[in-house]
């Protein structure tokens, strides 16, 4: 059997947030690897392939919401299903 025919296609801009209106729930029943400069990432909260650039959460400060702060890291992106 063959995963990769049961798998939609990536979209250019994603979310693991699901307040985000780039969040889309179906492509997560999948593992989803997000590279940016050949290198994997782990800790990607958004991408967007067009605009080369990937959001990560901070490691310590949070906005006035209590959600931790986004740091965009820009350069060449690639999402994949592993």
Same mark, same amino acid.
């Given at each position: *059997? &063959? /995963?990769?025919?049961?798998?939609?296609?990536?979209?250019?801009?994603?979310?693991?947030?699901?307040?985000?209106?780039?969040?889309?729930?179906?492509?997560?029943?999948?593992?989803? +690897?997000?590279?940016? &400069? +050949?290198?994997?990432?782990?800790?990607?909260?958004? @991408?967007?392939?067009?605009? #080369?650039? !990937?959001?990560? /959460?901070?490691?310590?400060?949070?906005?006035?919401? +209590?959600?931790?702060? *986004?740091?965009?890291?820009? #350069?060449? !992106?690639?999402?994949? @299903?592993?």
């Amino acid at each position: *059997m &063959n /995963a990769t025919t049961s798998q939609p296609a990536l979209p250019d801009r994603l979310s693991v947030n699901p307040r985000s209106q780039y969040y889309a729930a179906e492509y997560f029943e999948h593992d989803i +690897g997000i590279k940016i &400069n +050949g290198k994997e990432r782990f800790d990607v909260e958004e @991408y967007c392939i067009s605009e #080369g650039w !990937v959001k990560v /959460a901070s490691r310590k400060a949070l906005d006035r919401r +209590g959600q931790p702060l *986004m740091m965009t890291v820009k #350069g060449e !992106v690639e999402a994949f @299903y592993k």
